[in-house]
């Protein structure tokens, strides 16, 4: 079953949330943290089946890196 535009967007993290305790860690932490979401933006982009998976941690890895 697929979802719908509403019912994605109430699916979507809250980057607000996970930012605030994202900028709580160290910088190692924090550049650690972007490493991972980048290597699994790598990894996941193999498959075009993952697009919204990577869309995601896109969107989270730029909201993080600004």
């Known amino acids: 079953m697929k979802n719908t535009a509403t019912e ?6 809250d980057l607000s949330a996970i930012q605030t305790r994202y900028v709580r860690d160290p ?4 550049l650690g ?5 980048l290597a ?3 990894s996941f982009s193999q498959n ?6 990577v ?9 993080f890196i600004e």
Not at 33 to 37: F, S
Request: cysteine-free.
């Open 27 to 30: 910088l190692p932490v924090r």
């Open 33 to 37: 943290g972007l490493a991972a979401d």
């Open 40 to 42: 699994r933006i790598a």
């Open 8 to 13: 994605r967007r109430s699916e979507m993290k």
């Open 48 to 53: 075009p089946a993952n697009l919204a998976p």
């Open 55 to 63: 869309t995601d941690l896109m969107r989270e890895a730029a909201h």
